[in-house]
Antibody, heavy 119, light 105 residues
């Protein structure tokens, strides 16, 4: 059973760069999409972007230019978000995306999330 | 940009049946997934490929997708089903509905 765990600083100042890592255990990055999803306090889920195991990335247009998702090692991937503001305060989840077609069709595994606060 | 619309909240009495809708343009052309998120927890996959249930998900959860509307049905709702429910599809990126809060009372 694959498990995902987010790690990284949980408190940032405005204009700093958010850097999070997702460690995947019980499996490698091969054959799946790997995503970052966030949830502002009391709000719904917001997709940030994903990386396919071959290295192809896609980001939500509203964050494009500020966000980079990279594969760090065979079982880690990361999120970098520049110039954060209070609006970026959220729980950040990493998740494994499964494809039935050629895109992310559903998420079958999620990390427990890490709360990042920007002040 | 593509939008998925869900009712903000629904309620059901224990043992009764409740439906949660998710509406998007020509949604039937896309695969819809549903996830459940209990307070303080990560989302859990309930339904994928419109109506498929992962192993371990109770039979009382079922779903369909036709036209512009996907529907999640809980038959015989239990107190443990009180949670937020999100639909999800792909349209030039992953799109989530805003979520529906289910109250069992």
């Amino acid at each position: 059973q694959v498990q995902l765990r987010e790690s990284g600083p949980t408190s940032l100042r405005t204009s700093e760069t958010l850097s999070l890592t997702c460690t995947v255990s019980g499996g490698s990055l091969n054959d799946y999409y790997w995503s970052w999803i966030r949830q502002s306090p009391g709000k719904g889920l917001e997709w940030i972007g994903n990386i396919f195991y071959g290295g192809t990335t896609k980001y939500v247009p509203s964050l494009k230019g500020r966000v980079t998702i990279s594969a760090e090692t065979p079982n880690k991937f990361s999120l970098k978000m520049t110039s954060v503001t209070a609006a970026d305060t959220a729980m950040y989840f990493c998740a494994r995306g499964v494809t039935v077609t050629t895109v992310v069709d559903y998420y079958d595994s999620w990390g427990q999330g890490t709360l990042v606060t920007v002040s | 940009s593509y939008e998925l619309t869900q009712p903000p909240s629904v309620s059901v009495s224990p043992g009764q049946t409740v439906t949660i809708t998710c509406t998007g343009h020509e949604l039937t052309r896309k695969f819809v997934a549903w996830s459940q998120q209990r307070p303080g927890q990560s989302p859990v996959l309930l339904i994928y490929k419109d109506k498929e249930r992962p192993s371990g998900i109770p039979y009382r959860f079922s779903a369909s997708n036709s036209g512009d509307t996907a529907t999640l049905t809980i038959t015989g709702a239990q107190a443990v089903d009180e949670a937020d429910y999100y639909c999800q599809a792909w349209d030039n990126g992953v799109v989530f509905g805003a979520g529906t809060k289910l109250t069992v009372l």
